[in-house]
């Protein structure tokens, strides 16, 4: 009667243990994709057929991939050089596929009409969402977005 009970306690002790590794293995979803890291700007892709007259933000402060049910949301953040600045958009490039398992975005938004008198950080500061799919993910080992004095990526 005891040697069932300890082998069962003795099992269930083991597969415990296992759980922190886990958790910091690449098998779990929630770090799939780590912080993003800062780099120089590269050259520009096609993006797509249209034409696109906003410039790039100047520098991207901030990137996170937040994972969701059907797939995950890229967020990037930039603080811009006056208040007043809108219409930001994360730009696929190459049409939303990835090359060579990387996925590119540019940091667009649009000049402000009238001059804006200044304001903190916080009105500045511009933020830009994508929902990637879960078919994007799967082809997808990084994520990359452009400004035009540095990057951010992030990867698997």
């Not at 269930?12 to 958790?23: H, Q, Y």
């Amino acid at each position: 009667m005891k040697t069932p009970f300890l082998v069962a306690l003795l099992a269930i002790s083991l597969s415990l243990s296992a759980c922190g590794r886990v958790r910091e293995s690449r098998l779990n979803p929630m770090n799939w994709f780590g912080g993003s890291q800062e780099e120089t700007s590269a050259p520009l892709g096609p993006v797509s057929d249209s034409v696109d007259h906003r410039p790039l933000v100047p520098q991207i402060n901030a990137m996170t991939i937040e994972r969701t049910s059907s797939g995950a949301i890229v967020r990037a953040e930039a603080v811009m050089p006056a208040a007043g600045w809108w219409d930001a958009e994360l730009v696929p490039e190459n049409f939303g596929r990835p090359t060579n398992g990387t996925l590119t975005f540019r940091f667009v938004a649009a000049a402000p009409v009238e001059p804006v008198a200044e304001t903190n950080a916080a009105a500045r500061t511009l933020t830009a969402v994508y929902t990637l799919t879960q078919a994007q993910l799967d082809t997808t080992a990084e994520v990359v977005v452009t400004g035009e004095t540095n990057s951010r990526r992030a990867r698997r």
